[in-house]
């Protein structure tokens, strides 16, 4: 086993204990190993990426929140909130009786508020995290599509298990609509079937271009200063001005954006599993 920093290859134009990274071929891109023949193979990598890092650091950050607060609630069950406490509970209470409750029902909520806490304060504090530039931040977690698609996958697993007989029964065979919609092609039970699969498909794409579209912008007004200044060393500094003051101003747009998207998933999410759980009305 070798552990060491993808900064020993020097931006991919150095080798480092017969490491390298590959400029062509198959392997381009990725982390080759040259054996003594001069043959160039594939070792199992398992690097520890930006993002994955970022990915600990936040679940970290969630653990020592989580438990500390927990602690406190059994030591001092019947005092007043006090510092982080006092800051989480609010939000708690609001993913319980703004989204869980109204969704999913005064009577059925519980068992997954586990996961719409763990999913709400996940994507909020993954967001902020995203916006500092330096270290701890500095990863766009949210923004990486992969992570809101495992987000996506876990609601639509969850939602999938816990659909009802009355839940399945809509989607095969929708009462109130005519027959010739469902037979002999069924158009009706076509689309509900793929509304299934398209629910975690817009959970996934939403928080994902959302969080992106807002770094983007900020990435093009930061790049307006480079592309002035090559033109000209005057043009740089004067459109410098300008784009910092806008950059700044998405900075504040994107701490509201991070909050509304966590809130946006929990909710659709909550939703789904509101409509899994709705028995059929006579």
């Known amino acids: 086993m070798n552990v060491f920093s993808s900064s020993k290859f020097h931006h991919g134009h150095e080798s480092y204990k017969g490491f390298s990274l590959a400029h062509e071929g198959k392997y381009k891109g990725k982390v080759v190993e040259e054996m003594s023949n001069g043959e160039m193979v594939r070792p199992i990598d398992i690097s520890i990426t930006k993002n994955i890092l970022s990915l600990f650091i936040g679940v970290t950050i969630m653990l020592l929140l989580f438990i500390s607060i927990a602690r406190r609630y059994k030591n001092n069950p019947n005092k007043a909130p006090k510092g982080v406490q006092a800051f989480v509970e609010p939000l708690i209470l609001f993913v319980r009786d703004d989204i869980a409750k109204p969704a999913i029902g005064d009577h059925k909520y519980e068992k997954y508020m586990p996961f719409l806490l763990t999913v709400f304060f996940f994507i ?12 701890p ?3 766009n977690l ?18 999938t298990v816990s659909g009802t007989k009355d839940y399945w029964m809509h989607i095969i065979n929708m009462p109130g609509v005519p027959w010739w919609l469902k037979f002999p092609v069924p158009l009706m039970p076509f689309i509900e079937i793929m509304g299934v699969f398209l629910k975690p498909f817009v959970l996934m794409i939403r928080l994902f271009a959302n969080i992106t579209a807002g770094h ?5 007004f930061i790049s307006l200063i480079f592309i002035f200044g090559a033109m000209n060393p005057f043009g740089g500094y ?11 101003f998405m900075m504040f747009i994107e701490l509201l954006v991070a909050f509304i998207q966590a809130y946006v998933f929990t909710l659709l999410s909550a939703m789904y599993f509101g409509m899994a759980l709705e028995k059929a009305h006579h």
Do not use: D, Q
């Open 142 to 159: 949210t923004g990486n599509i992969s992570i809101t698609l495992v987000l996506a996958v876990l609601t639509f697993i969850i939602t």
């Open 137 to 139: 931040g500095g990863a």
């Open 124 to 135: 909020w504090i993954n967001n902020m995290l995203g916006l500092i530039p330096i270290f």
């Open 238 to 248: 004067g459109i410098s001005i300008m784009s910092m003051a806008f950059s700044i």
């Open 216 to 220: 983007l912008i900020i990435l093009g």
